[in-house]
């Protein structure tokens, strides 16, 4: 009997946790983007105005971001210090797709992010503040729609993980 | 120390075959390297005593068709290194040729010039890369020191350095400014304040601000600064007792001389010219000479060597202090 309550409670509370991480990953996408979304305006400022070499100004915004983003500028930073990769654009991308899923990054989100590389290897300045501003401004359109999604779906998740503990635990009692 | 700079500096910027290929160099042959030069589709060379000499993968000198072919890759690898990946952070010095990086060594560019409105807007398609070794001679103005200085009075003379191309103007102004910075016990001069407006960065070498060179404990460097403003600058703000400035050749700088020596600082700076006359005829030097702004000239040569000094004249009568062939001070 005391087993039988315990597997019971095993259940419910896996269910209740899938949940809570699913809604968990919702969240994480909608500060992350957010946190780009600053921090590229962060960067566009450091190219504008300081006229700071990429690693100095990723290593200054892995310190000033939140995590997870703030890994991924450090990514950046020590990839470029190292001589990880030809050019900005290889370890712009390398480091997406090494901290894509820790970000839970979508593929819209990619979408946006992705072609930055290429535009950090222009040589002209004003044309790379010109694309930041605009994947800023695409990052707060996706920041906006991350937030109505997790507000609709979130409590959704922790709900649907709970009762489905409970559904499974009345279904094998 | 030299060779440690070539190794450490500037090596690791350049693609892994040809960083190789210049740690595989004599040690020998690395101290007397001046140049390392990269163009698109032709063989790669190095500079030594003036000479340009093709290199084999291996660092072996070889003849231009066993040479090296160096490709466009190596050469935006470079420039990505160089930049550190960050072009649009040296716009400015791309448009003037070339980027100062750490060691204080030179990477001149040439590639295909965007104008805009008559002026070079940017340097596109960069095809060829001069690396010009930095070197910094401790004691190249021991010789001409003496002449420059009144020991009664404490003076420093208003000078003059001419010279061709690589003899030596620049070592020696470096050379100059680090000595009048530390004091000169021999000559009874203590240490001074000076100012050196280093309109490309070659004389201090700053990279990232820091002076790569020696230039004494009490020199301020205005980096980048174009000369005729930067002397005024620095005059207003630094209060130094020299200033020390590299080829000059404007209006500008000249009118910023004259301020220079009415507020009673010393004044030593460079101009290119291959003999007397031809140094004379030049415009701006020749307001200057009217005016008897210089006390000092010194001519060089690369005759013995880079930095020879040929010549030492009195400013205002054109007396010859020092010539190389007497060796005869009068």
């Not at chain 1, 109505?148 to 489905?164: F, H, S, T, V």
């Not at chain 2, 060779?3 to 740690?23: G, N, Q, R, V, Y």
């Not at chain 2, 009664?152 to 001419?162: A, M, N, R």
């Not at chain 2, 200033?243 to 050749?249: K, L, M, N, P, Q």
Request: charged share 20%.
């Amino acid at each position: 009997m005391f087993l039988r309550w315990g597997g019971a409670v095993l259940i419910v509370a896996a269910a209740y946790y899938m949940g809570l991480d699913k809604a968990k990953a919702l969240q994480v996408r909608s500060s992350v983007l957010n946190q780009f979304q600053y921090s590229l305006g962060m960067l566009a400022m450091e190219i504008n105005y300081g006229l700071t070499p990429l690693p100095t100004a990723c290593k200054s915004l892995s310190n000033k971001v939140k995590a997870p983003v703030n890994s991924f500028y450090y990514s950046l930073y020590s990839k470029l210090e190292n001589g990880a990769a030809k050019s900005m654009q290889e370890v712009w991308y390398m480091s997406l797709e090494e901290k894509k899923e820790s970000m839970f990054l979508e593929k819209a989100d990619l979408d946006i992010l992705l072609p930055l590389g290429a535009v950090m290897n222009l040589e002209d300045r004003k044309g790379i503040i010109k694309h930041l501003y605009l994947a800023q401004a695409q990052l707060r359109q996706a920041f906006y729609n991350a937030e109505e999604k997790r507000q609709k779906m979130a409590r959704m998740y922790i709900y649907l993980g709970l009762l489905g503990g409970m559904l499974l635990v009345i279904i094998l009692i | 120390m030299h060779e440690d700079s070539i190794t450490k500096k500037i090596a690791p910027l350049l693609p892994p075959h040809l960083s190789s290929c210049l740690l595989n160099l004599p040690t020998q042959m690395l101290k007397s390297m001046e140049e390392i030069r990269l163009r698109s589709n032709s063989p790669l060379a190095i500079s030594i005593g003036g000479l340009i000499v093709p290199l084999s993968l291996s660092g072996v000198i070889t003849s231009i068709s066993d040479a090296y072919i160096v490709l466009r890759e190596d050469i935006l690898y470079t420039l990505e290194m160089i930049s550190r990946h960050s072009l649009f952070a040296f716009e400015e010095e791309i448009k003037n040729g070339f980027i100062t990086i750490s060691g204080g060594h030179r990477v001149g560019m040439c590639g295909k010039a965007i104008i805009e409105d008559g002026r070079i807007k940017n340097l596109r398609h960069i095809s060829s890369m001069n690396i010009r070794i930095a070197r910094q001679v401790k004691g190249a103005a021991d010789k001409v020191l003496p002449y420059l200085i009144n020991q009664k009075e404490g003076k420093i003379y208003h000078t003059l350095i001419s010279s061709p191309p690589q003899a030596g103007k620049t070592t020696l102004l470096r050379d100059l400014a680090r000595q009048l910075s530390y004091g000169v016990k021999r000559l009874g001069i203590s240490p001074c304040k000076v100012a050196i407006v280093d309109e490309r960065s070659e004389i201090a070498g700053c990279y990232e601000g820091i002076p790569q060179m020696d230039v004494g404990p009490y020199t301020d460097i205005l980096d980048g600064c174009p000369k005729g403003q930067g002397i005024i600058m620095v005059i207003r703000s630094m209060s130094p007792q020299v200033v020390v400035a590299d080829e000059i050749g404007k209006r500008e700088d000249a009118e910023a001389i004259l301020e220079a020596v009415k507020a009673g600082v010393a004044v030593i700076t460079s101009a290119h010219s291959s003999n007397i006359d031809e140094l004379f005829q030049r415009p701006v030097i020749g307001t200057l000479f009217k005016r008897s702004v210089f006390e000092r000239i010194v001519f060089l040569s690369n005759k013995r060597g880079p930095g020879s000094l040929e010549m030492v004249l009195e400013g205002e009568k054109g007396l010859p202090l020092y010539t190389a062939s007497r060796k005869g001070e009068c």
